[in-house]
């Protein structure tokens, strides 16, 4: 799949769903979304030398890890990504940062798995940021 075309289908698809693709635009592979109280994007890992295994990803920061409740905050992200079923996962950066994201290749992408993808991304997004909080503490949203 050509990744210009995927390129052109995100934005008509953040258009469709009520945001403004020009203005979301990072950069060329990139596009800035919020759902709810949840920030993220949108992201194309180009794989300039064969273009089918390029990929599509959603990710979506949640919050800080509250490091004094380090081990029973992860075994709780554990258990979430239990139950995405595979669909999307918990991450941490290098800055203690957690994210939750999904993606995918971009090979035989259609409009209907664009969709999908940032929406399930983006509702999950929603949700668990505001009941890990309330769980772990107001004190490790991102402002």
Not at 74 to 99: C, K, P, Q
């Amino acid at each position: 799949m050509d990744v210009s075309y995927v390129r052109n289908l995100v934005s008509s698809v953040i258009d469709e769903l009520g945001g403004d693709s020009y203005h979301q635009r990072i950069n060329k592979d990139a596009w800035l979304i919020t759902q709810g109280s949840a920030t993220g994007f949108i992201g194309l890992a180009v794989n300039d030398e064969e273009e089918e295994d390029s990929k599509i990803y959603v990710r979506f920061r949640i919050m800080k890890v509250p490091l004094p409740k380090a081990l029973p905050f992860y075994r709780r992200l554990l258990e979430l990504n239990h139950t995405f079923l595979g669909i999307a996962s918990f991450s941490v950066d290098d800055e203690n940062v957690v994210w939750v994201g999904a993606g995918r290749r971009i090979e035989d992408l259609d409009r209907g798995e664009v969709v999908s993808l940032i929406m399930f991304t983006a509702i999950f997004a929603d949700h668990h940021d505001d009941l890990l909080l309330d769980e772990f503490g107001r004190q490790y949203a991102i402002q």
